[in-house]
């Protein structure tokens, strides 16, 4: 399959050699993201041409997580100075920040903006947590102090958490490479199961268009896409480098995986050597169909463009890389998928 090697290059307004925590994500509408960094600022870009719309600054530390609610009004952050910051996505002005005891590695918001969960870390005799925060989708409404809900990671810590389709479910990603359903609305938890090699971390989850299910990604070079409903492994796609994330195309039944080997356990400089391609997978099929380059490090996250037109990856070595997809994207099919593609347009 060839892959269009169109993209625009985004670079964080610090030094280069920051490294780039994650491209994560775009706005619904698929024309703007927003990406954080370890040199404290989350950019804001214009998705069709890579220019810098604006920074958000306040926080205080490394910037590991941000997340933007459907209507492109507010954004949330969390980071290594152990807060929860909301922000006016248009003005960037800072609307509220919420403290916790331990950094925040992980901000998403329910479907409708109504609730955001964040994943706390296990440190300084604090065990991990998933917290869960009511919001108010509005830049001049106050937010409140308390707490919705806490979920206390007591076995093993989380590293990622989100919500499924309708809220029913919070589903969270651990250390030790299992997944837990918990209830969206008690915290119950309700399913823990080992998807990925024991004492793997999981390292990213994200999710289907429908919330119905979810893909993972672990540092057992695996991604597993998975039921939210029950938890149950539907696909594995192999890989051979860790795995730092993952991502569901839209339109095209593919995923996107992103790793490589740290710098510290390449042996050679070139690129090829640590693996830091974004790898396509067959979603049905789990073959890999194809590869992009580009990065000079290990990819820290892929984020798929909601209107299915590209993607873009974020890397260590301090750049999101903005690609669009050619027309061989689009009419790439399997012998099987042609057949009935012609049988459907008979029948018609």
Known sequence: MALDEKYTECMHPNDTRKSLVGAWGYNH???????????????????????????????QG??????????????ASGS???????????????????????????VEFNEDATQLLGVTEKRMGHLGTIVV??????????????????????????????????????????????????????????????????????????????????????????????????LTVLKTYTADTPLNSASITRKKDFVILGGGQAAMEVTQTAARQGKFEARFYHKIFEDEIGRVRGHFGPLNTVAVDPTGKGYASGGEDGYVRVHQFDKGYFDFLYEVERERANQLALQQ
Request: net charge negative; glycine share 6%.
């Open 29 to 59: 509408d698929g024309d703007l993201i927003f990406s954080v960094s370890k040199d404290q600022h989350i950019c804001a870009w214009y998705a069709h041409n890579g220019e810098r719309l604006g920074t958000y600054q306040g926080h």
């Open 62 to 75: 490394a910037i590991w997580t941000v997340d933007v609610d459907p209507t492109t009004t507010i954004l």
């Open 80 to 106: 290594a100075d152990n807060t929860i910051r909301l922000w006016d996505a248009m003005t960037g002005k800072l609307l509220k920040t919420w403290e916790f005891p331990t950094a925040v590695k992980r």
């Open 133 to 230: 925060l009511d919001i108010k989708v509005d830049v001049e409404a106050e937010q409140t102090d308390e707490r919705a809900m806490t979920i206390v990671c007591d076995e093993s810590k989380a590293t990622v958490a989100g919500w499924s389709y309708l809220s029913k479910y919070i589903i969270a990603g651990h250390e030790d490479g299992s997944v837990s359903q918990y209830d969206g609305k008690t915290g119950e938890l309700l399913y823990n199961v080992q998807i990925h090699d024991l004492n793997q971390p999981i390292t990213d989850l994200q999710w289907s268009p429908d919330r119905t299910y979810f893909i993972t990604a672990s540092k057992d070079k695996t991604a597993k896409l998975v039921s939210a409903r029950d």
